[in-house]
């Protein structure tokens, strides 16, 4: 099982970013991918996943301004950030879990977003 998280860069704020995870060794339509993010000093937080059959889950810190979609013949799942803010600054990770909220079975590499204010 792999996961590649693509998609990072810098960024203004109130700008847009869309952040892609490729899985190879799995399907979509079996596993739940989440998306987590790091910032410098700060723990990892969840703050999306889209279960198997497809329904998405958005933590607080991220409603109304991220969405999490899939593409199942490609086996990407995207992450769409709108109106982007210094605050989101992080390393952004996928990952691979059975289901959303339960433990994760891989990890993605991380792909960085620098939002300047």
């Known amino acids: 099982v792999q996961l590649q998280a693509s998609g990072g860069g810098l960024v203004q704020a109130g700008g847009s970013l869309r952040l892609s995870c490729t899985a190879s060794g799995i399907s979509l339509r079996d596993h739940a991918i989440g998306w987590f993010r790091q910032a410098p000093g700060k723990e990892r937080e969840r703050i999306l996943c889209i279960s198997a059959d497809g329904r998405a889950n958005y933590e607080d810190s991220v409603k109304g301004r991220f969405t999490i979609s899939r593409d199942v013949a490609r086996n990407t799942v995207y992450l769409q950030m709108n109106d982007l803010k210094p605050e989101d600054s992080a390393v952004y990770l996928c990952?691979?879990?059975?289901?959303?909220?339960?433990?994760?079975?891989?990890w993605g590499q991380g792909t960085e977003v620098t939002v300047s204010s």
């Open positions: 990952a691979l879990h059975p289901a959303c909220g339960g433990f994760t079975t891989a």
